[in-house]
């Protein structure tokens, strides 16, 4: 199952900003649907699209481009 969050903001925004306390919440549901995760943002003039096969819980490149 997949799990989508969506931000839009006039300034830069890190992941862990918008979810603050429920972090946990949501990359908790890892462990039950760890069937992977993608990250994308834009820069203003390109965007960006990172993604892994693997689970959330344990991806230190999505716990880098989170905070």
Do not use: N, Q, Y
């Not at 199952?1 to 006039?10: P, Y």
């Not at 890190?14 to 462990?31: N, S, Y």
């Amino acid at each position: 199952m997949c799990r989508l969050l969506a931000t839009v903001s006039r300034t830069p925004i890190t992941v862990d900003e918008v979810l603050g306390e429920r972090r946990d919440d949501f990359f908790g549901l890892a462990r039950t649907h760890g069937d992977g995760w993608g990250h994308a943002w834009s820069t203003g003039s390109a965007l960006h699209v990172r993604k892994d096969p693997g689970s959330a819980l344990t991806s230190p490149a999505l716990a880098r481009l989170a905070a």
